[in-house]
């Protein structure tokens, strides 16, 4: 869809967002929320808390690097 | 072991600010999502209550500074609160006048948080005095009747804002909704209801997209452009400046009596005093820089009062700030309330208070443009948004597991939609209350 029109996004909330790499960025969080939830089934609800966050944090790193920011900032 | 203790709270108050000083400029970090697991967290692995006290007044305090500074860059606002601010943020900086309105925010924010704390101390006093004049606990002397408290909330809420019919007419439909939710799972607790009202607007707005008509009415092309202007230099004169502008007057009265209002929605107060109070200013340029200093300054005030009123005054959460960020404070599990003293506690406070103001405040004068352009050149929002989707989604399965998480995304998609009919997020929470409190009470019935 979008994806072949590189230069093409959505406006959300007054930022540009690439739909296809906003979908991406939610099955990484979700499936990293996911994992860290199915493999902690065992542990206590506040070490599944610390580590999901942790996982999170994970998460944002990984969407931080693979996308770059829809926007052109320059200082003057 | 006091030491210790000592320590523990310098240390944490130290962090609170200076984590929450990023978070707060990154784009569309929502209070209650960001400071609700920290807070949790910190109660799980039983930290000290002052201890976890210190660092949500440092983080809170530090978000509420900063959150503010992408709006004057950028037109972009760093959090819900700021979203009052961004018309006067775009005409003032379109003026050129950035420095300036960054400044007038800053300052203003130190006025309205301690403000806040005085007329929250105040508060507290007062009702101690009426409680020991007439023998009686406002706790219990209200204590039956909160839903009608709420209702009239609502009711009053919706009268005060733009689209009053609408307002009014979603009162009772919302209510049900949080009925229904709790008739299809009753351990639903209270914070993944306020997720669901604060994070709605984005789920609904995200499932929108996926109509492509009006996927394709925001479409745009390329990126989008963003000057940011050049930290200039700051010292001990700009500052006293800063903190003298003519707008000062209005700044701390409009802080002052939006303190008082605590029980209603902070970014509601901020936005009702903040056009009340600027309303006859004839000069535009003079009107935008008063606006924004009240509207950052009224943001702090209500947030501190109603935190400190809620805590010390009442015993539970009567104001939206204390029941979404500070919910974990009224958790019954947590047992924080019973473990404080208030004199320890609010020294506490007011030490975490003014190691945040520091350290936001200084580097909001010296180094907003620099900081802003490190959180955008390098965070994506897409890597933002979902976060706050994977937050919500931990948080609420934690709570109420997959179900929950079903029964809650619904009522943040119908919180969503209401939202972007024009209905506030303060009548959504007294709304929810009412409900809440009925059920409590038996008049409406689960199980």
């Known amino acids: 869809?979008?994806?072949?029109?590189?230069?093409?996004?959505?406006?959300?909330?007054?930022?540009?967002?690439?739909?296809?790499?906003?979908?991406?960025?939610?099955?990484?969080?979700?499936?990293?929320?996911?994992?860290?939830?199915?493999?902690?089934?065992?542990?206590s609800k506040d070490y599944r808390l610390l580590i999901g966050l942790g996982a999170l944090v994970i998460a944002l790193i990984v969407n931080s690097s693979l996308f770059r920011p829809k926007r052109n900032v320059v200082t003057k | 072991m006091e030491w210790m203790l000592l320590l523990q709270i310098v240390i944490f108050a130290v962090l609170g600010g200076l984590i929450y000083l990023i978070i707060g400029i990154i784009p569309g970090t929502d209070e209650t999502s960001v400071l609700v697991p920290a807070t949790v967290l910190l109660f799980a692995f039983n930290l000290p209550p002052l201890v976890v006290l210190s660092f949500f007044i440092g983080a809170m305090v530090s978000l509420n500074v900063t959150d503010s500074i992408p709006t004057a860059l950028t037109?972009?606002?760093?959090?819900?609160?700021?979203?009052?601010?961004?018309?006067?943020?775009?005409?003032?900086?379109?003026?050129?006048?950035?420095?300036?309105?960054?400044?007038?925010?800053?300052?203003?924010?130190?006025?309205?948080?301690?403000?806040?704390?005085?007329?929250?101390?105040?508060?507290?006093?007062?009702?101690?005095?009426?409680?020991?004049?007439?023998?009686?606990?406002?706790?219990?002397?209200?204590?039956?009747?909160?839903?009608?408290?709420?209702?009239?909330?609502?009711?009053?809420?919706?009268?005060?804002?733009?689209?009053?019919?609408?307002?009014?007419?979603?009162?009772?439909?919302?209510?049900?909704?949080?009925?229904?939710?709790?008739?299809?799972?009753?351990?639903?607790?209270?914070?993944?209801?306020?997720?669901?009202?604060?994070a709605g607007p984005l789920l609904f707005q995200l499932v929108t997209m996926l109509i492509p008509k009006l996927r394709s009415?925001?479409?745009?092309?390329?990126?989008?452009?963003?000057?940011?202007?050049?930290?200039?230099?700051?010292?001990?004169?700009?500052?006293?400046?800063?903190?003298?502008?003519?707008?000062?007057?209005?700044?701390?009265?409009?802080?002052?009596?939006?303190?008082?209002?605590?029980?209603?929605?902070?970014?509601?107060?901020?936005?009702?005093?903040?056009?009340?109070?600027t309303q006859r200013i004839k000069d535009e340029e003079t009107q935008a820089l008063t606006k924004v200093s009240v509207m950052n300054a009224?943001?702090?005030?209500?947030?501190?009062?109603?935190?400190?009123?809620?805590?010390?005054?009442?015993?539970?959460?009567?104001?939206?700030?204390?029941?979404?960020?500070?919910?974990?404070?009224f958790n019954p599990d947590n047992n924080f309330l019973a473990s404080i003293k208030f004199g320890p506690a609010i020294a506490?406070?007011?030490?975490?208070?003014?190691?945040?103001?520091?350290?936001?405040?200084?580097?909001?004068?010296?180094?907003?443009?620099?900081?802003t352009y490190l959180v955008f050149k390098y965070i994506p929002q897409e890597a933002v948004i979902s976060l706050l989707i994977g937050l919500a989604f931990l948080l609420v399965y934690l709570d109420s597991g997959f179900i929950g998480v079903l029964i809650i995304s619904g009522v943040a998609l119908f919180a969503g939609f209401l939202n972007r009919l024009g209905v506030g997020h303060g009548i959504l929470f007294m709304s929810f209350y009412t409900a809440l409190y009925m059920i409590t009470f038996g008049l409406l019935p689960i199980a």
């Open chain 2, 75 to 198: 037109s972009i606002p760093g959090g819900v609160m700021a979203t009052p601010m961004i018309e006067s943020s775009t005409f003032l900086k379109e003026r050129g006048l950035v420095t300036q309105t960054i400044r007038r925010m800053t300052s203003g924010a130190i006025y309205g948080t301690f403000i806040g704390l005085i007329v929250g101390v105040l508060v507290v006093g007062i009702v101690k005095l009426i409680e020991f004049a007439t023998g009686t606990m406002i706790e219990q002397a209200i204590s039956g009747y909160q839903h009608w408290v709420f209702l009239a909330g609502a009711i009053f809420l919706a009268f005060m804002s733009k689209k009053k019919i609408i307002s009014l007419l979603a009162i009772v439909p919302f209510g049900l909704a949080v009925y229904l939710a709790k008739l299809a799972s009753s351990t639903i607790s209270a914070t993944p209801f306020f997720l669901a009202i604060t």
């Open chain 1, 1 to 43: 869809m979008e994806a072949k029109d590189k230069n093409k996004f959505v406006k959300m909330w007054g930022e540009h967002i690439s739909l296809l790499h906003l979908v991406v960025a939610l099955i990484v969080n979700i499936s990293a929320v996911l994992i860290v939830l199915l493999a902690t089934i065992n542990l």
């Open chain 2, 298 to 329: 009224v943001a702090s005030a209500t947030y501190m009062s109603g935190i400190i009123v809620s805590l010390f005054a009442f015993g539970f959460a009567i104001s939206p700030a204390a029941a979404g960020p500070g919910g974990a404070f």
């Open chain 2, 348 to 371: 506490v406070l007011i030490f975490a208070m003014l190691v945040a103001l520091f350290i936001a405040a200084t580097l909001a004068f010296k180094y907003a443009g620099r900081l």
């Open chain 2, 217 to 277: 009415e925001s479409t745009v092309e390329g990126d989008k452009q963003i000057v940011i202007e050049k930290d200039q230099k700051f010292g001990r004169k700009e500052f006293v400046d800063s903190m003298k502008a003519k707008s000062t007057k209005v700044t701390i009265l409009s802080s002052f009596i939006s303190s008082f209002l605590f029980f209603l929605s902070p970014v509601g107060v901020t936005m009702l005093v903040g056009e009340t109070a």
